[in-house]
């Protein structure tokens, strides 16, 4: 089955550089959301889209911006990079649907993409 | 906001073995509860999830029960294999809608054979 797809792997950047995380989600999935994971971290959630909008937003950096398009897949821009933001960052993504009210949704989380800076 | 401890934070068993990984949230609203496997390397691997309105799941070797009333949910893995050996997240969601998820800080399980 096809998975989430992340570009690219990993990334080297000078400190001050700006770098563009790039993910594609499942097929069909219109929901996309990044976290960011430090060294023996847990995954920390940044910002989501639904349907090209963002739906929610969490601890991501004014420096970091992000958005969807119109065929889903989401890119994570990131500027004035800093040795902090060397990390895991994931992309996960899933379908948006809703019973009774109460919506669930399973979270697939792609490869990831490590991020260094120096 | 959501708070999810998670424990062990590290646990050794042998191949065989049943292993249990405890978490307690703290938002009495959260109402989804995954969890994910991590492989050195690799992304989160979701393996298991239970909803609020259940109060215990089972997938093959893997279970997982759900306690509202104390806020607590575990994962119970039986017959462990060394192939299980990797890094295991377990994670609550407070919202309805769109749910970030909310990590514990990770148990590594280490199954010898």
């Known amino acids: 089955a096809a998975g989430v797809i992340q570009s690219p792997r990993h990334l080297i950047k000078e400190k001050r550089e700006t770098a563009t995380l790039k993910c594609y989600p499942i097929p069909r999935h219109d929901t996309v959301y990044w976290y960011q994971q430090g060294p023996g971290q847990d995954p920390q959630f940044l910002i989501s889209?639904?349907?090209?909008?963002?739906?929610d937003k969490g601890s991501i950096p004014d420096r970091f911006s992000a958005q969807q398009f119109s065929d889903y897949h989401s890119e994570l821009n990131m500027s004035s990079l800093e040795l902090g933001d060397s990390a895991l960052y994931f992309c996960a993504s899933s379908l948006y649907l809703r019973t009774s009210g109460v919506s669930y949704n399973e979270q697939f989380f792609g490869p990831g993409t490590r991020l260094t800076v120096l | 906001g959501e708070n999810v401890e998670q424990h062990p934070s590290t646990l050794s068993v042998q191949e065989g073995d049943s292993a249990v990984i405890k978490c307690t949230y703290s938002d009495s609203a959260s109402n989804y509860f995954p969890w994910y496997k991590q492989e050195l390397g690799k992304g989160p691997q979701l393996i298991i999830d239970?909803?609020?309105?259940?109060g215990e799941k089972k997938d093959q070797r893997i279970a997982v029960t759900l306690n509202k009333t104390a806020k607590h949910f575990s994962l119970h893995i039986t017959e462990t294999q060394p192939e299980d050996s990797a890094v295991y997240f377990c994670a609550a969601s407070s919202r309805t809608g769109f749910q970030k998820l909310v990590f514990g800080t990770g148990t590594r399980l280490l199954v010898s054979p």
């Open positions: 239970i909803r609020s309105n259940v």
């Open positions: 889209f639904y349907e090209k909008m963002q739906s």
